[in-house]
């Protein structure tokens, strides 16, 4: 059984930085690739980023928009991957979700296993 724990959520100011936190158990880490999704108020959860396995290079992909301000990744030692995020915006505020997949692309559906989110919140 795959387990995905969220954390380093919380309120900050826009401009501000965060580092989310996903530990992984249950799966060779260093085989998966991993997702962050995010899913604001009253919209549907969207592809932040994702970083490959190990044997692929650990070769990383973004959302567009998100790309320069967002950075994804890994640490296999640890079974954890990170999303620091910088210069944020109150239209970043939103539950991000890690997950587990074999391949790191964009959609839900190719990653099985997810974490239950951590909420972040950015004000004004």
């Known amino acids: 059984q795959v387990q995905l724990v969220e954390s380093g959520g919380g309120l900050v100011q826009a401009g501000g930085s965060l580092r989310l936190s996903c530990a992984a158990s249950?799966?060779?880490?260093?085989?998966?690739?991993m997702g962050w999704f995010r899913q604001a108020p009253g919209k549907e959860r969207a592809f932040v980023a994702a970083?490959?396995?190990?044997?692929?290079?650990?070769?990383?992909v973004y959302a567009h928009s998100l790309k320069g301000r967002f950075t994804i990744s890994r640490d296999n030692a640890k079974n954890t991957v990170y999303l620091a995020m910088n210069s944020l915006k109150p239209e970043d505020t939103a539950i991000y979700y890690c997950?587990?997949?074999?391949?790191?692309?964009?959609?839900?559906?190719?990653?099985?296993?997810w974490g239950q989110g951590t909420q972040v919140t950015v004000s004004s």
């Open positions: 997950a587990v997949g074999i391949r790191a692309v964009t959609t839900m559906d190719d990653y099985p296993y």
């Open positions: 249950g799966r060779t880490f260093s085989n998966s690739a």
């Open positions: 970083i490959s396995n190990s044997w692929t290079g650990g070769s990383t």
